[in-house]
């Protein structure tokens, strides 16, 4: 284990079996139409491509990215960095997918700016599900794991841009946390 990791709150075989359930989830969702995967830079990276690895029907992917203001383990304002082109929106079936839902800004903002641009319809699915810390009203449609209040790293989740490239989820020491 990496040596500023204090605990593993899911480990790659877990992970697996989390995403099997989904995909199997989203696959029934969507059999018969189509629909594109808007994977939310950067941290749904990881887990979108190992998503629309085990669903095997007819899909696009597109990328939409965004980031708060300010670094670290509280979220700010939302800045739209960029969305999927127009031809990639109107009259689509969208399924958003981001690494974590925490407060719900993100997502939230995401998919009314999608929505706005003409989206057919927008559905989200989340690697991970933090309820405690949610500020608006909004709820995934797909999720693999709901986790308590407490900052995760690793399978595509950061810390000041680092930690991504780990297999598992963890939880950091608290040492990593103030010295980052
Ligand atoms: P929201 O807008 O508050 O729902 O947060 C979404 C974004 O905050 C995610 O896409 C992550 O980048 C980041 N985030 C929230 N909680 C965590 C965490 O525990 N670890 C790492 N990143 C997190
Ligand atoms: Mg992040």
């Known amino acids: 284990m990496h040596e500023d990791i204090e605990s593993v709150l899911f480990t790659e075989s877990e992970i697996v079996a989390g995403i099997d359930r989904v995909a199997a989830s989203v696959t029934e969702a969507y059999r018969g139409r189509d629909f594109t995967v808007v ?40 800045k739209l960095n960029f969305l ?3 031809q990639e929106i109107e009259g689509r079936n969208l399924l ?29 699915c989340v690697f991970l599900d933090k309820p405690a810390r949610r500020q608006v009203d909004f709820e995934a449609d797909f999720r693999c794991f709901e986790v308590e209040d407490l900052f995760v ?21 608290q040492a990593a946390l103030a010295t980052s």
Do not use: W
């Open 39 to 78: 994977s939310v830079l950067k941290g749904a990276c990881i887990f979108s491509s190992d998503l629309i690895r085990r669903i095997p029907i007819p899909l696009e992917l597109a990328f939409v990215s965004a980031s708060s203001y300010g670094d670290g383990t509280e979220a700010g304002e939302l």
């Open 84 to 86: 999927p082109t127009n």
């Open 96 to 124: 958003l997918v981001d690494d974590i839902l925490d407060t719900g800004n993100t997502l939230n903002r995401l998919s009314a700016a999608l929505a706005e641009r003409g989206a057919a319809e927008v559905s989200t």
């Open 153 to 173: 790293v690793g399978y595509g989740l950061d810390y000041a841009g680092r930690y991504r490239n780990l297999p598992f989820v963890g939880a950091l020491h």
